[in-house]
Structure formats: C-alpha cells, structure tokens
C-alpha cells in the first residue's frame, strides 16, 4: 500500500494535523509526518517532494497558515495529489487567508483544498485517492459511509 505524507508549516499545526493522522491510522493506512516550511525550508520542502513517489508515497496532504505556500509549493514538485489544509489562525482572519492562499493556485499545479482546519477530510481525501487501486481500502470506505448514515438515521429515528 502507498503511503501518505503529512506536511506540516510549524509543529503549532500538530493539534488539527494529528485528526489526519488518526483517520489514517483507523483505515490501516501508512503514513510519515514532518514539519517543513515552504519560506524557512524550502529546499528540503523541494527535495521531499520531488522524492516522494519514488519513497512510496501516493498522495501528500499540507498545512500551512497564514501565506499557506506549503501546498502550493509541494504540488509545484510533484505530480502526486497534494491536499491543502488551510490552518486557522488567530492573527487575522480566521483562517480565510490560508484558505485563498491555498485554493487559489495557477492552471497546471492544482491543489486539492478542503475547510479550515479540515484534517479529517484531508485524509479521507487521500484515502479515497488510494483506494482507487486498492479494493480492500474501498471497502472500508464504504463501510464507514454506511455505519455514518444508520449513526444519522438513529438520531433521526430519536426525534421522531
């Protein structure tokens, strides 16, 4: 199975950063993290994407605040799937900035962005991406979606 690589701008994203790592860890997924800049390291940013397919891994998710380039900045790299998480911050303005930043990227380097702080989607994302060659993983998947709708329709079935 590929693996997934977690990238995170600073360690401070590790809080929302770690619900991508647990979604992977419940699915049985492979994963590294590591803490790179995209403006203070820049180079071993470069060189970890433009190894990674080659290292095993299938898709890379990035968070970054505030200019939130790290996406932006792997994607430029590689041609794996990059998914950008965009990281609130409490300086300006709540995580819109990451957001733009990281959503609004040139033709010909996309860079798949999920909500503010969106980990758990951003790993879900990568699975999904994973499981289009891999059925076993698809059926987690799929077993998930189903035991999140009869967790819905029991609330449903409380109200009523």
Known sequence: MKK???IMGSDSDLPVVRKAADTLQSFGVPYEMHVYSAHRTPE???DFAL???SAGFGAIIAAAGMAAHLAGALAANTTLPVI???MKSTTFSNGIDALLSTVQMPSGIPVA???VDGAVNAALLSIEILAVADDE???KLDAK???DAEKVL???AALQ
Do not use: E, F, S
């Open 4 to 6: 997934v690589a977690i």
């Open 44 to 46: 071993q940013a470069r």
């Open 51 to 53: 190894n990674a397919r």
């Open 84 to 86: 950008g998480i965009p």
């Open 113 to 115: 962005t999920v909500a």
């Open 137 to 139: 993983l698809a059926a």
């Open 145 to 147: 979606r189903k035991a």
């Open 154 to 156: 029991a609330k449903d």
